[in-house]
């Protein structure tokens, strides 16, 4: 299994109003949720900043970057662009799994201890994001087997 490493070379490939927009819409969807919150409840605010706001620039700005990229390369790159996207998204649902798991360890835990249960809620994160991951890289890779094993039956059945 590969290891997950932290790179920050792509970091380099934004510019910087691309990470201004990012850190206002967070920062707005931070305030918005905070907004909800004194008015409807803990409870309704929380699902708000659950809520991924940022990740629609995020979206955007990944496949404007492999786009760019692409015709920097001579091709047009937006099936690509399309794709680095998509990648993109299927992170930020396994990473929605384990921020559930967050706010289900915390509150079922916070009453006892803060720091108790912040470990125990970042600990929760931690297994069931990594467990989703791979689990999706476990299927994505037996999915890809099968399809091969289907490419490569019906190559035998055109050459008789």
Do not use: N
């Not at 070379?9 to 707005?28: D, P, T, V």
């Amino acid at each position: 299994m590969t290891p997950i490493h932290f790179s920050p070379s792509s970091l380099k490939e934004g510019r910087w109003y691309e990470y201004l927009i990012r850190f206002a819409l967070g920062g707005a969807a931070t305030i918005f949720a905070g907004l909800v919150s004194s008015r409807y409840g803990a409870s309704i605010g929380g699902l708000f900043l659950a809520l991924p706001a940022i990740f629609c620039a995020s979206a955007t700005l990944i496949e404007k970057h492999e786009i760019r990229r692409k015709r920097e390369a001579g091709l047009a790159g937006e099936r690509r662009g399309q794709m680095a996207a998509a990648v993109d998204s299927a992170g930020a649902a396994l990473g929605a799994l384990g921020m559930l798991a967050f706010a289900m360890v915390f509150s079922l835990t916070a009453e006892t201890s803060i720091a108790a249960a912040f470990i125990g809620a970042s600990l929760a994160w931690r297994v069931i994001s990594m467990m989703a991951w791979y689990v999706r890289r476990k299927t994505r890779s037996v999915r890809r087997g099968r399809m091969e094993q289907k490419g490569s039956g019906s190559a035998i059945v055109r050459s008789r």
